[in-house]
């Protein structure tokens, strides 16, 4: 993973919403980061990475209604939002944005993140799996409800084996690693050495990216439910 530099960041929140936790957010050298509670699109401009937090990130589109098409689809933002409400801010993934995280992970390793940024297009927190590859789809095809994901092994590259797409399959249906593990009859040592081998794969650092990953590359399609007769 690459050496942080000097960066600027901004995290974008509306005064109302400024949370203890997210007061809580240290940036480590030389990374200088500042609080803004109102949109200047000139200002945005100049910070490398824009953060915008809410408590209930699926509502932050009333933060700032007039402004709100510019900063989701022009600035990209990384997403954050309390833990407790962090499934429900998958409807945001619907925007251009660049990650989804919850304030607890950021603020417990805001490094790690914004290393990611530098190296990858799309940042998750772990805490989303399922989540994610369901609202993708849905929105995808239709809004129909889905009772479960399938690998397009066509469109998955040769050099990922056999027991690693088995992996992924469970992976992307929600399973934890030791589900998976009791699933398969294998230890849990392998299992998360299958599980590096995917990230290894795919450039990824988490599971959650690697999910986002083989959605965005179509490794992945899905099996809706019947209708209701």
Same mark, same amino acid.
């Given at each position: 993973?690459?050496?942080?530099?000097?960066?600027?960041?901004? /995290?974008?929140?509306?005064?109302?919403?400024?949370?203890?936790?997210?007061?809580?957010?240290?940036?480590?050298?030389?990374? %200088?980061?500042?609080?803004?509670?109102?949109?200047?699109?000139?200002?945005?401009?100049?910070?490398?990475? /824009?953060?915008?937090?809410?408590?209930?990130?699926?509502?932050?589109?009333?933060?700032?209604?007039?402004?709100? %098409?510019?900063?989701?689809?022009?600035?990209?933002?990384?997403?954050?939002?309390?833990?407790?409400?962090?499934?429900?801010?998958?409807?945001?993934?619907?925007?251009?944005?660049?990650?989804?995280? %919850?304030?607890?992970?950021?603020?417990?390793?805001?490094?790690?993140?914004?290393?990611?940024?530098?190296?990858?297009?799309?940042?998750?927190?772990?805490?989303?799996?399922?989540?994610?590859?369901?609202?993708?789809?849905?929105?995808?095809?239709?809004?129909?409800?889905?009772?479960?994901?399938?690998?397009?092994?066509?469109?998955?590259?040769?050099?990922?084996?056999?027991?690693?797409?088995?992996?992924?399959?469970?992976?992307?249906?929600?399973?934890?690693?030791?589900?998976?593990?009791?699933?398969?009859?294998?230890?849990?040592?392998?299992?998360?050495?299958?599980?590096?081998?995917?990230?290894?794969?795919?450039?990824?650092?988490?599971?959650? %990216?690697? /999910?986002?990953?083989?959605?965005?590359?179509?490794?992945?399609?899905?099996?809706?439910?019947?209708?209701?007769?």
């Amino acid at each position: 993973m690459t050496m942080l530099t000097e960066k600027d960041v901004a /995290i974008l929140h509306a005064p109302q919403a400024t949370s203890e936790k997210m007061k809580q957010i240290r940036f480590p050298e030389p990374v %200088s980061c500042s609080f803004l509670t109102s949109f200047d699109p000139k200002e945005a401009a100049r910070f490398d990475h /824009i953060f915008v937090y809410h408590p209930r990130a699926a509502l932050m589109l009333e933060l700032f209604p007039e402004e709100s %098409s510019t900063i989701m689809n022009d600035l990209e933002p990384v997403i954050l939002t309390d833990e407790a409400h962090l499934a429900e801010a998958r409807t945001l993934l619907d925007y251009p944005i660049k990650g989804l995280l %919850s304030i607890e992970s950021m603020s417990e390793r805001p490094e790690l993140y914004l290393q990611q940024l530098e190296e990858y297009d799309f940042i998750a927190d772990p805490g989303l799996s399922f989540e994610i590859a369901e609202h993708n789809f849905q929105y995808k095809f239709s809004q129909r409800p889905i009772d479960s994901f399938e690998l397009n092994h066509e469109q998955i590259p040769e050099s990922v084996t056999k027991q690693e797409r088995l992996v992924l399959y469970y992976l992307i249906n929600g399973y934890s690693t030791q589900k998976t593990a009791d699933e398969m009859h294998y230890s849990l040592k392998t299992i998360k050495r299958y599980i590096g081998n995917l990230m290894r794969k795919t450039g990824c650092t988490e599971r959650t %990216s690697c /999910i986002v990953y083989a959605i965005r590359h179509h490794w992945v399609t899905s099996v809706h439910r019947l209708p209701e007769r």
